[in-house]
């Protein structure tokens, strides 16, 4: 089945402890991308990577780190998580460049106390 | 950059009337604009798209406008059903400039 699978779904965290959410999918997609869900502003993006090795900056990346070692996996990773990166998190992907429909995950809903 | 704004923020019809959700974009450049469907405590899914070439596309109750002179484009959702309720997402851009709306709660009363 083709599917984008992220890890864990849910997450309680306090400041300053790193976590990592994983990201990865089965379609052989060439671009992925992670947004946050905030009530009242969309989805934002994070990063998006085109390819292996190949990141780049979204509308709000400040406080995430990315990366593309293999094509199937894009790890979001917040070195030092602050209470204003609670948010609900989407990881997608999608064959070409970002402008073709995109699969996404089923979310992680982060809370940083 | 691109810019999309999403109106109305929250929609409510009652069971077999059309529904209408309306889009702006501010980059003439764009060139693709999928609508995203999600549930409650779900993922954002495709549920239509259309390109710049293209002016409308319909897909049984579902159907997509693109007016590229006054770069505005909507979504019109013909003999609406409760499983219709949901958060809308339209979207717009090129290449890997998209941008989402803020997205609309249609709520299909029975």
């Known amino acids: 089945e083709a599917q984008v699978t992220q890890n864990p779904r849910y997450l309680i965290t306090v400041t300053g402890k790193k976590l990592t959410v994983t990201c990865s999918q089965n379609m052989n997609h060439e671009y992925m991308s992670w947004y946050r869900q905030d009530p009242g502003l969309g989805l934002r993006q994070i990063y998006y990577s085109m390819n292996v090795e190949v990141t780049d900056k979204g509308d709000v990346p400040e406080g995430y780190k990315v990366s593309r070692k293999e094509k199937r996996n894009f790890p979001l990773i917040l070195e030092s998580p602050s209470p204003n990166q609670t948010s609900l998190y989407f990881c997608a992907s999608s064959w070409g460049l970002g402008n073709q429909p995109q699969h996404f995950g089923d979310g992680t809903r982060l809370s940083i106390l | 950059g691109e810019n999309v704004e999403q109106h109305p923020s929250t929609l409510s019809v009652q069971e077999g009337d059309s529904a209408v959700i309306k889009c702006t974009y501010s980059?003439?450049?764009?060139?693709?604009f999928p609508w995203y469907k999600q549930e409650l405590g779900k993922r954002p899914q495709l549920i239509i798209d259309?390109?710049?070439?293209?002016g409308e596309k319909k897909d049984q109750r579902i159907a997509v406008t693109l007016n590229k002179t006054a770069k505005h484009f909507s979504l019109h959702i013909t003999e609406t059903q409760p499983e219709d309720s949901a958060v809308y997402f339209c979207?717009?851009?090129?290449?890997?400039?998209?941008?989402f709306g803020a997205g609309t709660r249609l709520t299909v009363k029975p």
């Open positions: 979207v717009g851009g090129n290449n890997n400039d998209m941008r």
């Open positions: 980059d003439s450049a764009s060139n693709y």
């Open positions: 259309i390109r710049s070439n293209v």
